[in-house]
């Protein structure tokens, strides 16, 4: 170790892999965990068995030694065991006695293939010398290796049968007949380990993270620790304040169900119109709660130790919040599609999933929920991948039933021309390809950023009113306005314009870009010589 000590210290800088800390007495444990969870990833992208952070040498080099003793040293393993995902800790902590001092080489173990390491659920990464998140770049590069290693698929050695609950295996059984039929005569003669191998829970007899998450008795989830199966379910009164929650744990296989009960899915009732609309429909569809809760539990990413929430709001909008980054490229790239993924975050637990009927992978579950949404003229489902999160935003009433009704008229829109006007409709940015195309057919207008529905669709769908307000007043009329004020009272500063104009211009700009429209036109009237500025006020040009 004295050699490999001095070959770390030839080195002529800190790199990814290596690391030096002076350390005299302690040293802190949640600076420890985000090293490790660095220097492991950096290990394995940088193709190296182990990395090395190395106690008691100073960032220059010299040699300073550390009184750090064994009970610290457990405690760190312990620290890094508990708050790592997935659960790792030192691959050995080497003691070296060098020039007369104590020295501690903390060897940490690369990723394993496939998965990056986190720390309390975050993933970190060097740059060099600075350690900071592992970046987009590095992750992918770590989650795309061949090797892949499935969490959902690891076995846990110290689990048993014993650790599942039987109502759960009862009712697994009773969901894999119905899925596969030809066997229901046969599965009644298979003991539980038969069933739960065929059924691809376990693996040959061994309990899997799956089986934990599906089928574990709640006192079994300590298993897949730091990993949790728990779903949260929150209700919110309109005011975003929090009034009643559950939290549910394994087994998820049964749990879902009561998840599901608590959603209070109240009726929506649509004024009669003609034909277009039904008397009443459920606020959420059976079939889209079914989906996206299914669909958290399945593309969770469970090394990130975070719940799955479901939020239900008071004023009618549902949403699911997992954990992890979206695999396919975008919602559009998955409608677009309509077939099945050829990536899976835990393929393991997605098999295991179909068989158990809770989900298929056909590859039409996301674009069946846009689709009810669009044929019960409610807002589609709205998503967001921010934040290394997931979260799906379904409302369940008409937003504007007159808006809603006319536009259901429009009967050779496609689900895709509806989607952008969706996007539209809800401030969301679009491309120019997609920009070109809603105005190739005369669906929106506006400049970048600011498009609206244009007139055509407003005419058909009656939102004549709201398109003027949305279009607001032109450039011209707006510097007529200006000239029109500095002839009948002489004089007038931009704050006088902003009052009488701010709530003229298009409600697609926010006030900056209001009180910037006003600035503009002053200065079109001055480079016009038509106004010109005295002192903190506006006056009209003399005559020349």
Known sequence: MIDVLNNLLSLTTENEVVEFKEAKNQYDKDKLGRYFSALSNEANLKGKPNAWLVLGVKNDKSVAGTSINDHQINEYKAEMANHTSPKLSFADVHKVN????????????????????????????????????????????????????DWSAQIIEHASLDDLSLKAISMAKKQFAEKNTKLREEIPTWDNATFLNKAKVCINGKITNTAILLLGKPESEHYISPATAKISWILKDRDNIEKDYEHFTCPLLLEVQNVKAKIRNLKYRYIKDGTLFPDEVDQYDPYIVREALNNCIAHQDYTLGGKINVVEHEDGKLTFVNSGTFIPESIEKVIEADAPETNYRNPFLANAMVNLNMIDTIGSGIKKMFIIQKNKYFPLPDYDFSNEKITVKI??????????????????????????LDKVAKSKSITKDEVRQLKSKKLIEGRKPNYHISSSVANVTGEKAKYIKQRGIDDAYCQKIILDYLSKFKAGRKSDFEKILLDKLPDVLDIEQKKNKVKNNLQTLRKQGKIVPDGKVWKMSKPK
């Open 98 to 149: 060098y020039q007369g001092f104590n020295v501690l080489l903390f060897e940490i173990p690369a990723a394993p293939q496939g998965i990056p390491v986190s720390w309390k659920g975050h993933r970190y990464g060097r740059d060099g010398e600075s350690l900071g998140g592992l970046n987009d770049y590095e992750l992918k590069k770590i989650q795309s290796q061949t090797q892949y290693a």
């Open 395 to 420: 409302t369940g009433k008409v937003v504007d039933v007159n808006y809603a009704r006319k536009l259901a008229e429009l009967k050779e829109l496609s689900l895709q021309e509806i989607m952008l």
